[in-house]
């Protein structure tokens, strides 16, 4: 038969990954991105990419990354996927290497590895602290290749609407918005990747970037596909707080021995490093003395919301802990750590070589996503999924560094299961539903495009992300959940009365806003309602009113489906695969 | 008393072929506000300072910490990431233009998409055998990896390009940004395979000799790349190669 042409969406690690699986076998891609693929969310990660090479003679395994893995994801995340994630972490890492990835090196010459978050071992390799930015690269010149090859296709400045999906269910291909003309087409494809990243947009400020809006998660979600684990949101413990999105402040700089304090005494004004050892609250290595500051994220975040909010330590009172690498030398720190010095230092003014950075926790990551089987396929025939935008690696916690590894494993996946899968398949019945689905989708754009009423999409936005953070992040209350699921009908309900005050039909970035805008409502509901139906507490799910993990109940993955009432997203659960590893109590405040 | 405030006087222009016309704009200072969060407060009360109705203003942004590369626009006639400009630190009005070399969209928005093509030009990957393991990369000592890193922190931002009175079309000149990308993978033991081919596609009109060491672009690198060396290093090269070629026959 004719080469397979799969369409796939997204051009960060994951979406690369299987661009290249897909055009190394043979196959033929169109890549769809919103921006050029070299400026995806991917590029913001930092501090580095886990694999059990054990190059420091401490005895680690890959066996030893899986049981970290699970045992940091609180045993929520199916074995099997991870398992084999993480005996393949080791040769990933070789091929970026091979692939010309400047990792930070060894005297010898070989790869150098730092510790990270959640485990005792020295198993991150990293460049610098633009580990991602580096991947990222190195997988972008590849696909620069395949495409001069005229083996890869790449439609950037679209945006993915909707999959085409025929009458048996099967995905047809995509529907997507030229983001100049905003023209829709309709593309067909024998299958369909989607690796679409993060959701961050959904709680306003976080560290992702502008395009993580989990727009096109939702839009498979509200077609069906299943929803998994959308509860489980990471809030990063050392971001920069600021008026746009908060910066992240890697994890690395803990694994180059970053150390977290306050001062023991409140309302203590004095210059930090005029504050002698035994005035230093280190509460993380107090509290947690065999991880001490390398407590994973979910921990950390916790400890440092307890010290701001309980035991009211916060710096000048207001919500920020230090974060102190003043007593590393310069010239290590910029070997290091040099890129996330170099943007503290630019957004907030201050030398962090020489006075301690203020920092505090903000949303970063969502272990949630779209349900797949072990073969990377959501529910819908012919539509695979990878990287952030599914939910299969992490459980309820990523460890620091594992997000890099399951994005290119992910893609790897995905790409060869895509190209089996489409060399298999009947062909579609005409059109595949490509027409029907176009005309949905121009409808869908006619009325927004006309819609009379007073609201603004950007403020919707902005209230939306204020009820997130603040219901749906570190401390769940199922009065709050409710409440915020309140809030996000109400928005639901203005989102109809939506007025843009851009009418254009070119570069009508407001109208694509709006688009995203109205996905992110339905995925936000299936995020607080998977919280307010789980009553226990579990990785970073964390509700003081049921303080325990409760595997009996919940030792499962939840799917959400669409029903598209006012009741929200219909929930059921499924059992996890706990074939290799026993459940057992999860604690960092002694070796495990 | 009033709340502080901050001026700004953006360009706007609806399409390529539409007329340019400035806007100004007063937005309520916050601690910290950059001219991207400037823009984002502007797309929620989109009134000009006049008081005036007008549209949310089209730029391309994404990371929001100058690693993505997308938000290059002229700040008060410097070309520079709107991301990382405080506006604390700039003299007011703050004026915002797009790139004016580069094709334009629609407001700040540009078309740098040539960066991209003069990459597939030079070949500017490292052309590995496959994805399958093969083991380990090649030893590459700190030395060395000290030097290559800094040439790949490139984010694409082509403010270089901007600023660089070479670059233009009577002249054709790839720009910085790519002869330094040449340089990362003619240094790289794999990469280096293609070192010749990259040299000659530098070699001839639009290529290296079209620079004329005015060494704004090194000035106006948001990641301090060493371009001139960079231009210095690979300009060496090429003269090697063409006298090779030249040997040859």
Known sequence: MATPRIIVVGGGLAGLAAVIKIAEAGGSVDLFSIVPVKRSHSVCAQGGINAAKNLKGEGDTTWQHFDDTIYGGDFLANQTPVKAMCEAAPGIIDLLDRMGVPFNRTPEGLLDFRRFGGTLYHRTAFAGATTGQQLLYALDEQVRRYESEGKVKKYEGWEFLSAIVDGKGVARGITAMNLRTMELHAFP?????????????????????????????????????????????????????????????????????????????????????QIPDAERFYFLEEWYPKYGNLVPRDVATRAIHKVVYELVLGLEGQPMVYLDLTHIDRDTLDRKLGGILEIYEKFVGVDPHEEPMKIFPGMHYTMGGLWVDFNQMTNIPGLFAAGECEYQYHGANRLGANSLVSCIFGGFQAGPNAMKYAKNVAAAEGDGGAAKELARQAEINKKLMTNEGTENPFRLWRELGQTMTEHVTVTRYNKGL?????????????????????????????????????????????????????????????????????????????????????????????????QYIKPRPRRYDAAK | MANKTVQFEIKRQAGPDDPANWERFEVEWRPGMNVISAMMEIATNPVTAEGKPTTPITYD???????????????????????????????????VEPLSKFPLVRDLQVDRSVLFENLKRVKAWVPVDGTYDLGSGPRVYPQQQEVNYPLSNCISCTCCMEVCPQFNEATGFVGAATIAQVKLFNNHPTGKVFKEERLRALSGDGGIQECGYAQNCVQACPKQIPLTTAISDVGRDVIVQKAKDWLRG
């Not at chain 2, 008060?76 to 003299?91: I, P, Q, T, W």
Request: aromatic share 6%; proline share 4%.
């Open chain 1, 482 to 578: 409710q409440k915020a699921d309140e809030k996000i009908v109400e928005l639901l309900d203005r989102y109809k009365r939506v007025n843009l005050s851009d009418r254009s039909q070119w570069a009508n970035t407001s109208f694509a806003f709006a688009r995203q805008l109205k996905n992110m409502l339905e995925l936000s509901r299936t995020i607080t309602l998977g919280a307010l139906q789980r009553d226990e507490s579990r990785g970073a799910h964390y509700k003081p009113d049921f303080p325990e993990r409760n595997d009996e109940k919940f030792l499962k993955t939840t799917k959400a489906s669409f029903t598209g009432t006012i009741a929200g997203p219909n929930l059921e659960y499924e059992d996890v695969d706990i």
């Open chain 1, 189 to 273: 494809a024998e299958a369909v990747i989607l690796a679409t990243g993060g959701n961050g947009a959904i709680f306003g400020k976080s560290t992702n970037s502008v395009v993580c809006t989990g727009s096109a998660q939702s839009a498979i979600f509200q077609q069906g596909a299943y929803y998994a684990n959308g509860e489980f949101i990471q809030v990063h413990p050392t971001s920069i707080p600021g008026e746009d999105k908060l910066r992240l402040m890697s994890e690395s700089a803990r694994g180059e021995g970053g150390r977290v304090w306050v001062p023991r005494k409140p309302g203590d004004n004095r210059a930090p490093r």
């Open chain 2, 61 to 95: 942004s994404n990371c929001l910490e100058e690693i993505c590369g997308s938000c290059a626009m002229r700040i008060n006639g410097k070309a520079r990431m709107a991301c990382s400009a405080l506006v604390d630190r700039l003299e007011q009005p703050i004026k």
